[in-house]
């Protein structure tokens, strides 16, 4: 990962607003160890937050929602 985008993405999970996209929430560049189709399967059952849509194809989710997750240590 670039420095810049790295620089912006500890700058998201820092200021606890925003915004995140799901390949910066799940491992390798994210802080949850889970697959996508488990952290879809959780979004269906409740047990995670459920997506933001940002536009037509652009799925997102609140950054101080995933946190609040991590917290928790849910996932």
């Known amino acids: 990962m670039s420095n810049s985008k790295q620089s912006v993405q500890t700058d ?3 200021q ?3 915004y ?5 929430i799940l491992a390798p560049a994210g ?3 889970i697959g ?4 879809w399967q959780g979004v269906r ?5 459920k997506p933001v ?4 194809r652009i799925t997102a989710w609140r950054v101080a929602d995933v946190l609040k997750l991590i917290e928790q240590g849910v996932a």
């Open 53 to 56: 849509k940002l536009g037509p």
């Open 31 to 33: 802080p949850l160890p």
């Open 16 to 18: 606890r607003t925003g």
């Open 36 to 39: 996508r189709s488990t952290w």
């Open 45 to 49: 059952d409740g047990r995670y937050p």
């Open 20 to 24: 995140v996209r799901l390949s910066h």
């Open 12 to 14: 998201v999970w820092s």
